[in-house]
């Protein structure tokens, strides 16, 4: 009796040690296992975006540094409203214009144009890209304003013209008998956010 005894407290105390030590930390190296899975699977994925990044690294230096140059002064990554008015300025001056009560809005968080059209009710703005609007006021010849029109539009610069309004100057003629006018311009720039 006593060997039946002993078998069956050599039973219980097996099955208590199973119960309470090596379940728990079977358990617990099942979990940790699963743990070392998942960081495999994000290490391969952090190897196949390394591998992704020095691939995309090797076709960005393949650009020349002119044509990145280029690049930015068409889309910048921020807005330099100093610079602007600068080269706004320096293109009007080509025509004998000055650029003149310069009002600058819009910029980050400003809402965009779309926002209270169709295209913006459809969705929150998830666009890459926000907007600037310049407003300046210039004068001189219709030929001269024509020509820096041109030059604006053929710049680096995206720039749309959101409105324009000309006034005739009164007693004021230019140098070969043409009348000046009075240009009211507002003008929207783009930028990366």
Wanted: aromatic share 8%; proline share 2%; no cysteine.
């Amino acid at each position: 009796m006593t060997k039946i005894i002993i078998s069956i407290l050599a039973l219980v105390a097996a099955a208590a040690l199973f119960i309470g030590y090596v379940q728990p930390t079977y358990d617990r190296v099942q979990a940790v296992q699963a743990d070392v899975s998942e960081f495999n699977v994000a290490l391969d994925k952090s190897r196949e975006l390394q591998e992704l990044k020095q691939g995309l690294l090797a076709r960005y230096n393949t650009f020349s540094s002119q044509d990145l140059a280029r690049l930015s002064r068409l889309l910048p990554d921020h807005v330099d409203n100093v610079r602007l008015v600068l080269d706004l300025d320096n293109l009007a001056s080509q025509y004998g214009m000055a650029v003149q009560n310069v009002i600058v809005s819009g910029g980050s968080g400003s809402t965009n144009s779309t926002a209270g059209t169709v295209l913006g009710a459809i969705g929150a703005n998830a666009s890459s890209f926000d907007s600037l609007t310049l407003q300046f006021a210039t004068r001189g010849t219709y030929e001269n304003f024509v020509s820096f029109l041109q030059n604006l539009e053929g710049s680096l610069r995206i720039v749309d013209l959101v409105s324009l309004t000309m006034e005739p100057i009164r007693g004021v003629v230019a140098e070969g008998g043409e009348p000046l006018y009075q240009y009211n311009v507002a003008i929207r720039t783009y930028w990366l956010k």
